[in-house]
T-cell receptor
């Protein structure tokens, strides 16, 4: 019930493509859903986050789509660039104290 | 890295030895966290602190202890290191947990190898 399942494990797209990363959860008490981006040798950094009172949030080329009834949320990267190549983690918060992370998706964007 | 430092950044040790990792913040944030990152497992919470001397366990706390005697410092101790504790360890901080738009800020990580 505390898990967050993330897919795919890895993703390869061409520049300009729209990679989509999906996450699913079980616990309906989760109320905060962030995405983190991590470059090699660095700590993760917040990319974008959503709360369940909205179904979509967009920041620049990054969009979260949230489906409360299906208990799923996804990250879309519009017009992907080689600089977007990184590992992406979804997460969910069961309370205000901590996050449960997905297992990560390694994205490679080729020129 | 949002005013967070971790020390040491790299450490190689032997099975059975004690190891202490330090996280230091200059942001005066209330919450501090220790995670480990392993391939195929993502980030897993070890312990966290919601104030000085206030700590709680995460999902993988066995074999680890923590202490927070000052707002700015959060120590992670492996009492007797095992090879299964070879990992990259990240510290994170948060002003108020995940209320409103608050989020976590991660440190640069410590790579620990237990031989």
């Amino acid at each position: 019930q505390q898990q967050v399942k993330q897919s795919p494990q890895s993703l390869i797209v061409q520049k300009g493509g729209i990679p989509i990363i999906n996450c699913a959860y079980e616990n309906t008490a989760f109320d905060y859903f962030p995405w983190y981006q991590q470059f090699p040798g660095k700590g993760p950094a917040l990319l974008i986050a959503i709360r369940p009172d909205v179904s979509e949030k967009k920041e620049g080329r990054f969009t979260i789509s949230f489906n409360k009834s299906a208990k799923q949320f996804s990250l879309h990267i519009m017009d992907s660039q080689p600089g977007d190549s990184a590992t992406y983690f979804c997460a969910a918060s069961p309370n205000t104290d901590k996050l449960i992370f997905g297992t990560g998706t390694r994205l490679q964007v080729f020129p | 890295d949002a005013g967070i430092t971790q020390s040491p950044r790299h450490k190689v040790t032997e099975t059975g030895t004690p190891v202490t990792l330090r996280c230091h913040q200059t942001e005066n944030h209330r919450y501090m966290y220790w995670y480990r990152q392993d391939p195929g497992h993502g980030l897993r919470l070890i312990h966290y602190s919601y104030g000085v001397k206030d700590t709680d366990k995460g999902e993988v706390s066995d074999g680890y202890s923590v202490s927070r005697s000052k707002t700015e410092d959060f120590l992670l101790t492996l009492e007797s290191a095992t090879s299964s504790q070879t990992s990259v360890y990240f510290c994170a901080i948060s002003p108020r947990g995940f209320m409103g738009t608050d989020t976590q800020y991660f440190g640069p990580g410590t790579r620990l190898t237990v031989l």
